[in-house]
């Protein structure tokens, strides 16, 4: 039996490399159908996918609750981690269109962003929701989902790495791509570490 070396460098080489594409494509979908669904069991965590009527334009005043979702959302989480308040949201936005000369379509191009944020205090923004938190005393993460929310809606970094910002009694890394497990326990270690 002979083997001939270009198939068998072809095959060494050509296997990965599907191996890794296919990974690439699955990993979204495994982990906001399978990887978080686990995680939110573990920790408590209230979780939220992809709505198909959410609304795209919400009020200036931060006036929505959970019920109703960050426009462009794919995926949020609202719990606790190591006994701190903290947020989750993955939203992905429109950037334009382009053309695909293969199948003679107009398609839109999009982009991810990520958000994982922790309260400091009781009284994020100096209390600027307190009229809508009766339950923020007995460390109800919901309480604080108007102060998650609207700090959420300002990050999109044009950058792949962590960006942290903290102010207004909330702490956050932000990124521009989507949330993976691995990065998400990372992130939140870091954000409670204090």
Request: aromatic share 10%; charged share 30%.
């Amino acid at each position: 039996m002979s083997f001939e070396v270009g198939g068998v460098l072809g095959l060494v080489i050509l296997v990965p490399l599907l191996a890794w594409m296919v990974c690439s494509l699955a990993m979204p979908f495994v982990f906001r159908w399978i990887q978080l669904p686990r995680l939110a069991q573990e920790h408590g965590w209230r979780v939220r996918k992809r709505q198909r009527r959410a609304p795209r334009d919400l009020p200036g005043d931060g006036g929505q609750g959970w019920e109703v979702p960050l426009p462009d959302t794919d995926i949020e989480f609202l719990g606790r981690y190591r006994g701190r308040p903290v947020h989750g949201v993955q939203i992905s936005v429109r950037k334009g269109d382009s053309f695909d000369a293969s199948r003679g379509q107009w398609e839109a191009n999009t982009t991810s962003y990520s958000c994982v944020s922790t309260a400091l205090s009781d009284r994020p923004f100096d209390g600027f929701h307190d009229r809508n938190r009766g339950a923020s005393l007995n460390g109800d993460p919901m309480a604080l989902y108007l102060d998650f929310s609207d700090w959420a809606r300002n990050r999109k970094p044009e950058v792949r790495d962590d960006v942290l910002q903290e102010g207004s009694g909330i702490r956050s890394i932000s990124w521009r791509g989507d949330l993976r497990r691995k990065r998400l326990l990372r992130v939140l270690d870091e954000l409670t570490a204090d």
